[in-house]
T-cell receptor, first 116, second 110 residues
Framework: EAGVAQSPRYKIIEKRQSVAFWCNPI?????LYWYQQILGQGPKLLIQ????????DSQLPKDRFSAERLKGVDSTLKIQPAKLEDSAVYLC??????????????FGPGTRLTVL | GQNIDQPTEMTATEGAIVQINCTYQ??????LFWYQQHAGEAPTFLSY????GLEEKGRFSSFLSRSKGYSYLLLKELQMKDSASYLC???????????FGGGTRVLVKP
């Protein structure tokens, strides 16, 4: 079974530039998550999709971050314009379905973003 | 709000045992996960607890006390490859939203 795919793996940009990340979840996984992980910290949920609908985006800085999952499969996360504090690893995860309790999330390798 | 605390760093010797504690205060509780994350890699699932007690899986065990808002991950017979960060994460109220602690970096020395 193929895992969660993400690209690019690394990205270096200057502040005020734009950047986009792509994620392809495990086939059949209806729920997709984007996390931000700053060095030395745990992942923080940015947005959660159930199929192509947003379930939770309460921690997404909507003035600069946007995400979409138009066909309910792959997803893109965009930052425009980037700030220095956006330097982090952006992790995508997917799970089978959105039910309370046990629902293991499978993580992709992440995109390491450096903003100069 | 959600608050999950775990120690920042621990050091142990190869072959020994290490216990990583996690305390949590969350609005609602639907389970607690432990993930392992090697440097530069994605988190990988280790264990899940929703009922009080100990879950054993090979060299790794996880314990939960819901009344105390407390869990620990026990790593036995430590190996060098166990050097990694260990993340405690809680599912709070309804839904599948995971809230992570800051992670505990474990360094295994020869």
């Amino acid at each position: 079974e193929a895992g969660v795919a993400q690209s690019p793996r690394y990205k270096i940009i200057e502040k005020r530039q734009s950047v986009a990340f792509w994620c392809n979840p495990i086939s059949g996984h209806a729920t997709l998550y984007w996390y931000q992980q700053i060095l030395g910290q745990g992942p923080k949920l940015l947005i959660q999709f159930q199929n192509n609908g947003v379930v939770d985006d309460s921690q997404l800085p909507k003035d600069r971050f946007s995400a979409e999952r138009l066909k309910g499969v792959d997803s893109t996360l965009k930052i425009q314009p980037a700030k220095l504090e956006d330097s982090a690893v952006y992790l995508c995860a997917s799970s089978v379905t959105r039910l309370a309790g046990y629902n293991e999330q499978f993580f992709g390798p992440g995109t390491r973003l450096t903003v100069l | 709000g959600q608050n999950i605390d775990q120690p920042t760093e621990m050091t142990a010797t190869e072959g020994a045992i290490v216990q990583i504690n996690c305390t949590y205060q969350t609005s609602g509780f639907n389970g607690l996960f432990w993930y392992q994350q090697h440097a530069g890699e994605a988190p990988t699932f280790l264990s899940y607890n929703v009922l009080d007690g100990l879950e054993e899986k090979g060299r790794f065990s996880s314990f939960l006390s819901r009344s105390k808002g407390y869990s620990y991950l026990l790593l036995k017979e430590l190996q060098m490859k166990d050097s990694a960060s260990y993340l405690c994460a809680v599912i709070g109220a309804a839904g599948n939203k995971l809230t992570f602690g800051g992670g505990t970096r474990v360094l295994v020395k020869p």
